[in-house]
Structure formats: structure tokens, C-alpha cells
């Protein structure tokens, strides 16, 4: 089993940052990829952002260039950094730990979820 606790939402004025923490526990070796979504109301879940244990990342169209993910494996914590926020980037950040197979992100024998943080950015 994995756990996840997701860190670092709040409010903030469009145009600023936030980093987004996502701590994982439990049977982390067995984690091989992690991943941020978000969730606005009334959407769908939207996967942003996700990352191999080999480093490979991938950026939603929707945020690349605003936002990147990067990963601190001696602290099994994975984070979403967050620049020039716009008020449609405001949701609920969920972090999302699985493993995968043959890299292929949507091929995964499990997957765990945090409960996770909101973000509310203001015009």
C-alpha cells in the first residue's frame, strides 16, 4: 500500500506561483511513476503533469511553460511547481502514485490517490 499527502495549495492572485508537495509512504519502492491532476468544478479530472523514476516528464498543453514537475527520491516527495498562475488553473490538485508498465502511463497494475489541496487563484 501507498499513502499520499498532498501539501501546498492556497489562494493566490493571478500571475503568482505555488509548489505543490506530495509526500509519499507505505510500499514506495514499488511506486515507478507519479503524477499531478487537477479538478475543477463541473470538469472532468485533468491529468498536468507526470514523472518516471527515470526522470521523464510530461507537461499538459494547457500549463507547459507555466508549470513542471520534479521529484526528490531521499524524501519519496514529488512536487508541481506553478508559475504565472491564471484564475483557470483554479481546482483541486490531486497527487497520483502508480505503477506502470512499459512506460505507458494509462497501463498501470495499481494506482493511489492523495486527498487532495485546493488551489484558488484570484483575477
Known amino acids: 500500500q501507498v499513502q499520499l499527502v498532498e501539501s501546498g495549495g492556497g489562494l493566490v492572485q493571478a500571475g503568482g506561483s505555488l509548489r505543490l508537495s506530495c509526500v509519499t509512504s507505505?510500499?514506495?519502492?514499488?511506486?515507478?511513476?507519479m503524477g499531478w491532476y487537477r479538478q475543477a468544478p463541473g470538469k472532468q479530472r485533468e491529468l498536468v503533469a507526470r514523472i518516471t523514476t527515470a526522470g521523464n516528464t510530461n507537461i499538459a498543453d494547457s500549463v507547459k511553460g507555466r508549470f513542471s514537475i520534479s521529484r526528490d527520491n531521499a524524501n519519496n516527495t514529488v512536487y508541481l511547481h506553478m508559475n504565472s498562475l491564471k484564475p483557470e488553473d483554479t481546482a483541486v490538485y490531486y497527487c497520483?502514485?502508480?505503477?506502470?508498465?512499459?512506460?505507458?502511463?494509462?497501463?498501470?497494475?495499481?494506482?493511489?490517490w492523495g486527498q487532495g489541496t485546493q488551489v484558488t487563484v484570484s483575477s
Open positions: 497520483n502514485a502508480r505503477r506502470i508498465r512499459a512506460g505507458i502511463w494509462s497501463l498501470a497494475d495499481w494506482d493511489s
Open positions: 507505505g510500499s514506495v519502492f514499488s511506486i515507478n511513476a
